[in-house]
């Protein structure tokens, strides 16, 4: 089993910036991809962002391009997302996610609210 604990989250106002932490744990050997998803409410859960164990490779939903990155510290098993020029849209519950050839493991999630 992997264990996430996501951190991070809080209120920002429109075009600040948060960085959200993914401590991962257990089993970690299993992960091949970490990546993070937002559930707005009202709304379903999309897909934000994901990176490769490795760090070789990263993709971004097109409404976070240029503004989010994703990263993250072997070392400490653990990925980061910076959130930059946030907008009220981007207001959601994030949640991290991991697993190998599926999004297994999931995090409890970390409120992000950005007032206009």
């Known amino acids: 089993q992997v264990q996430l604990v996501e951190s991070g989250g809080g209120l920002v106002q429109a075009g600040g910036s948060l960085r959200l932490s993914c401590a991962a744990s257990g089993r970690t050997f299993n992960m091949y991809l970490m990546g993070w998803f937002r559930q707005a409410p009202g709304k379903e859960r999309e897909f934000v962002s994901r990176?490769?164990?490795?760090?070789?490779?990263?993709y971004y939903a097109d409404s976070v391009k240029g503004r989010f990155t994703i990263s993250r510290d072997s070392a400490k098993n653990t990925v980061y997302l910076q959130m930059n020029s946030l907008k009220p849209e981007d207001t959601a519950v994030y949640y991290c996610?991991?697993?190998?050839?599926?999004?297994?493991?999931w995090g409890q999630g970390t409120q992000v609210t950005v007032s206009s």
């Open positions: 996610a991991a697993g190998d050839s599926s999004w297994t493991y």
């Open positions: 990176i490769t164990w490795s760090g070789d490779s990263t």
